[in-house]
């Protein structure tokens, strides 16, 4: 009898774990609480790491066309401090190591590699429960239940799966990031896109930060980290978006104009993220029938592992079962021992990139880390 096998979340984790059963002739169903591939943005750009992002997509033979997306000169770096003083200029020296992509064009990558049919769009999942015979019976929003004898949560980093095997819920770490967008940068903001360069950017200094990116369409896209308690996020998000971008911007005083103009003269509302993350060594015990991916099983800070570990994950995953037909808890448990030690180990480095850009000596320290590193780290 074929077991069924149901995916919940179609971002790039999800959607990598149907693209790779796919490919092994394996069906299954992805559930979206979205009502289309366009309900809303999808952010921008992703640095795709050579040991994870990339083995992903080779694994589900989509390499080739993820090539033809990259983004030329996005890999270059930039450290700059709060005068805007230039401290490391690592241009894309063309070694492929992290190329950048659009997350958009990847993920719509991912989607047009499925049988039609295979995403369920607008269908929010509310709850999780063990039925009979292994099987887990997942309520929609609806009203309607529909049971699969195995589950996959690869619904984020506030999953409705996860609860089926861990207690686990995401914290805040006490830094937001705020995000902005600037159009025509070339024309209206040259000294601003003369500062943040054809790729990455970070502006640091204690406490706060200015991340940005240059997206292919010409704009940068800005993430502002700050170090604040959540009641001063609740209460910016409440206030007019360009109030909250003056006071957000009041944050940085003293910081040289064509830095601070990345928040000042942001043309879109700005996004309040405050990020939470899991612990790093977040595990479950075996759980019949049911796993996790992603954010679902591993939220770290947003420093560009993120998605590389989601598509990983998926990847693997899919094989593991392909490896283990009609044992598809040998394969849950050969997935997840690999997972456990990879999450633990790319949240650890995480939360160390983050501290580097925000410590004490920032952004001296981030500068060290970057030439310790080598080019490769040096994008996210």
């Known amino acids: 009898m074929t077991q069924t096998i149901a995916i919940v979340g179609a971002g790039l984790g999800g959607l990598m774990l149907a693209r790779v059963?796919?490919?092994?002739?394996?069906?299954?169903?992805?559930?979206?609480?979205?009502?289309?591939?366009a309900a809303r943005t999808q952010g921008g750009m992703l640095?795709?790491?050579?040991?994870?992002?990339?083995?992903?997509?080779?694994?589900?033979q989509l390499y080739d066309e993820f090539v033809g997306l990259i983004h030329s000169g996005g890999q270059a770096t930039r450290v700059l401090d709060r005068d805007a003083t230039v401290l490391l200029d690592q241009p894309d020296g063309g070694s492929g190591g992290r190329p950048e992509v659009r997350r958009a064009d990847l993920r719509a990558l991912l989607l047009k590699s499925l049988p039609i049919g295979t995403v369920h769009w607008g269908r929010r999942v509310e709850s999780v429960r063990a039925a009979a015979h292994a099987r887990h019976a997942m309520t929609f929003a609806d009203g309607s239940v529909v049971k699969a004898d195995l589950v996959v949560g690869a619904d984020g980093a506030w999953s409705r799966v996860r609860s089926l095997v861990s207690g686990a819920t995401p914290t805040y770490i006490g830094v937001t990031y705020i995000e902005t967008y600037l159009a025509d940068v070339e024309a209206r903001h040259p000294a601003t896109a003369q500062a943040v360069g054809s790729g990455g950017?970070?502006?640091?200094?204690?406490?706060q930060a200015?991340?940005?990116h240059r997206e292919p369409d010409g704009r940068?896209?800005?993430y502002v980290a700050v170090r604040k308690p959540l009641a001063w996020?609740?209460?910016?998000?409440?206030?007019?978006?360009?109030?909250?971008?003056?006071r957000t911007a009041a944050e940085f005083d003293g910081w040289h104009p064509s830095l601070t103009a990345l928040i000042t003269e942001g043309q879109t509302d700005p996004v309040f993220r405050p990020v939470h993350t899991l612990p790093a060594t977040h595990r479950w015990e075996r759980v019949p029938g049911v796993t996790l991916l992603g954010d679902a099983a591993h939220v770290m800070e947003p420093v560009g592992e993120g998605a590389n570990l989601a598509m990983i994950d998926g990847a693997e995953l899919a094989e593991a079962i392909a490896g283990s037909p009609g044992d598809v808890e040998a394969a849950l448990l050969a997935y997840?021992?690999?997972?456990?030690?990879?999450?633990a180990a790319a949240s650890a480095?995480?939360?160390?990139?983050?501290?580097?850009?925000?410590?004490?000596?920032?952004?001296?320290?981030?500068?060290?880390?970057?030439?310790?590193?080598?080019?490769?780290?040096?994008d996210g």
């Not at 950017?201 to 406490?207: I, R, W």
């Open 336 to 343: 997840e021992t690999r997972l456990f030690p990879r999450s």
């Open 210 to 212: 200015i991340f940005a």
């Open 233 to 246: 996020v609740r209460e910016m998000e409440a206030a007019d978006p360009q109030d909250a971008l003056v």
């Open 21 to 37: 059963l796919h490919v092994h002739g394996i069906a299954s169903t992805v559930y979206e609480a979205e009502a289309s591939p």
């Open 47 to 60: 640095d795709i790491h050579d040991d994870s992002g990339q083995v992903a997509l080779k694994t589900a």
């Open 349 to 378: 480095g995480s939360a160390q990139v983050l501290n580097l850009c925000l410590d004490d000596d920032a952004p001296h320290s981030l500068v060290r880390f970057f030439q310790s590193a080598g080019p490769s780290t040096q």
């Open 201 to 207: 950017f970070f502006a640091t200094a204690p406490g």
């Open 220 to 222: 940068l896209h800005t």
